[in-house]
């Protein structure tokens, strides 16, 4: 027998729905809020073993790594990122800024549109595709072009020159980082230039001032707190990339002095060795640790650049 | 010509240059990969599994990583999805303005910038407490995470374009907040959706560093959610490890096919978020 | 007279629109110009087209002729930005530039280079400058302890003001004021007002509003535009109490706009 249609029902029903669904719909939301904290917590109980065998200080200080004898020291590894990733920076730096400006303050629209998606087709290429290209193109070129042309101009500079050139090496895994972060740099620093007022650039540029002298009084005056948090993005997604790095620095246990040295940065680390890492006492709790090492900086650094980009952007 | 006029020019010519070293190093790029990719790309590379002997040089091909690649990207895309879906609506539908609401957008942000090789460990980490070893779930699971903010801010700034009017007369017809979120959002920011879905797919089919530690590898196809799978990334990766230029050339036609894949899907999305407008107001 | 500019067979396309069709009128030197007329009839168009300004929207197509002092201001070979140091402009909303109240006012001046000549005499002159104008701007009272507080923390009516005295400071012979008065409080807008009045002897002013009293109140020539068209033009007591056109006539009285 089929019921009548009741309609208070039918609402009833909706409604349930509704709520069931806002639950389900606010648990999932808060579990993705919850997901850093869960991974801080995951990896320093993972830590843990080599944090009470071994001070911290220590950890961070010491330049010895003989697994097999239980020594972990992270600061050659610390400074290999260090040196890898500050090299990245300010070989892409510059060009990011200039490139975010052009398309936010004198590219044609046309030309924008035929820009933008090319930038965004490069910050979608695969790290390993950039490591391949690495060594394929940056690592012969530095070999065989930049290290005897610096060794010649700038020898005497230590930090130009190298006993063992190889092309495996800092500068290469900077070249490489760079060109990996120029997308993020330049899109997160046009989008906060296209944020700052129109009206602005028209005040400055009614009393008679060229675009340029507009831009760099006014536009970049404005807009520099979001372009500091530009590059700190950009610098944190370098401080983290992985395999494109762990492909063109040599991986050599040793403080780099030049930028033409080898260097064996965090990620790296972690990325070659994990395979043996549950065999050797202490070992996985060390690898994990630098995995802890990394994310917090990167952490540190994300969320005060995104703080700084709210208050600009969401306005 | 005062002295304004030429730093203006110098400024402009230096913004140009510096523009031209971006997308030429795109090309570089591209160019770079073709170019020693392509000799070595034949057919049984695109058919073959690896044979015995493959890593010295001798016969096979990268089936394995290129069904091991799709499964591992598929899988955490369509699980990513449904993660992602339910909190860029719950974003943009139930709560707009709430605190919560913007900590857990800067939160997703922020594991936008976590790298993939803390993903990884973190994966690793979890199937440690579970009791699994690397496999092709192990490996969806941080593709998944991994995925997850890409996906879910993309969704909810495509959201976010539905025009206030749209859900306003939904209600005003009196639909509940979740028959407004299905029947209006989802289908009015259809193609930023697709969008945005596309996108965490290239990013989960490119990267190597999370499913290192999780998906492990192998040199069959894969055939269960709890055995190893290969990939593509790592296909790159392992065989240019090896010492036989033969094998190393394989590497490159490998970074050429994982390539054309994101240029592909680069394509697609473009195509879609053009395409499927029939139904979307404007 | 000499006019101080004359406009001739002015054009402007928006993409497909034509907001302004074959514009010919003349803005005779020193007074007010008001340039009345329903909104989107094209006032605040030809405004910006006489600083150039009009030609960074994007998508904008300009013909004809603006000329100044006997150049005109679209021909090859004039400087943009020399037709913008001549031609100063007050915009509806304040915009502060991002620096300090003394550096708001010294900005025009430094982008020019013009304080270099001025500081090998006295290197307080740039001082003097900016307290000058400040005060022509009527604002100098109110800011005079504290120039080098960043302009944002101004309220709206002083940093239209800032923005009034920022203009004056580069010497401009025409100022140009696109709705001054839209974004302020009565007494602010009144202030502004008789600065623009007490500014009228030296500066051409050229003022864009939509209020048909504040025209009265100001001006001493009237453009009547009316759908991208120029319908009268002419004195202001002529315009207002004797207008030969029928629409500006029904402007006037409220009936149209």
Known sequence: MSKPYDASMARRNRIRKDIFARRIMKGLTVLAGLLVPLMLLALYLRARPILEAQPLTELLTSRVWRPLKGDYGFFPFMMGTFWVTSVGMVIAVPPSILTAIYLAEYARPRIRALISPLIDLLAGIPSVVYGVWGMLTVVPFIEKVAAPLLKRWLGVVPLFNSENPTGYSVLAGGIVLAVMVFPIIIAVAEEVLSAVPQGLREASSALGATRWQTVRHVVLQRAAPGVVAAVVLGFSRAFGETMAVLMVVGNVIQTPHSILDAAYPLTALIANNYGEMMSIPLYDAALLGAALILLLVVLIFNIGSRLVLIRLIRR | ?282 | MEPKILIRDLNVWYGDEHALENINVEIPPGGITAIIGPSGCGKTTLLRSINRLLEETDGIKITGQIILDGIDVYARGVDVTDVRTRVGLLAPKPFPLPMSIYDNVAYGRRIHGLQQVLDKGNGRNLDKIVERYLRAAGLWEEVQGRLEAPASRLSTGQQQRLCLARALAVEPEVLLCDEPTSALDPISAQRIEEQLRSLKEETTIVVVTHMLRQAHRLADYVIFLWMGTLVEAGPAEQVFDHPKDERTRAYLSGMIG
């Open chain 2, 1 to 282: 010509m005062n002295k304004y006029k030429i730093e203006e020019l110098f400024f402009e010519w230096l913004m140009l240059l510096s523009t031209v070293i971006v997308l030429g190093s795109l090309i570089l790029i591209l160019g770079t990969v073709l170019w020693r990719g392509l000799p070595a790309l034949d057919l049984a590379m695109l058919t073959q599994i690896p044979k015995g002997g493959y890593y010295l040089g001798e016969e096979g091909g990268i089936l394995n990583a290129i069904v091991g690649s799709l499964c591992l990207a598929g899988g955490a895309t369509l699980l990513a999805l449904i993660i992602s879906l339910p909190i860029a609506l719950y974003l943009q539908v139930y709560a707009t303005r709430s605190r919560l609401i913007e900590l857990i957008r800067l939160s997703l942000d922020v594991l936008w910038g976590v790298p993939s090789i803390i993903y990884g460990a973190f994966g690793f980490t979890l199937m440690i407490l579970l009791g699994m070893r690397a496999s092709l779930l192990g490996g969806i699971i941080a593709l998944a995470l991994l995925e997850l903010p890409i996906m879910t801010r993309g969704m909810d700034e495509a959201i976010a374009m539905v025009p206030a009017d749209l859900k306003e007369s939904s209600y005003a017809l009196g639909a509940t907040r979740f028959e407004m979120a299905i029947g209006v959002m989802i289908r009015q920011a259809l193609p930023g959706l697709l969008t945005a879905t596309l996108l965490a797919f290239g990013r989960g089919i490119g990267d190597a560093a999370s499913v290192l530690f999780t998906a492990g590898y192998t040199d069959r196809l894969p055939d269960s959610l709890f055995g190893p799978a290969a990939s593509l990334p790592l296909a790159v990766f392992f065989q240019l490890g090896t010492p036989f230029p033969a094998v190393q050339q394989r590497a490159y036609a490998s970074a050429l096919v994982l390539t054309l894949i994101i240029l592909a899907i680069s394509l697609l999305s473009r195509r879609l978020a053009g395409g499927l407008t029939k139904h979307i107001i404007r």
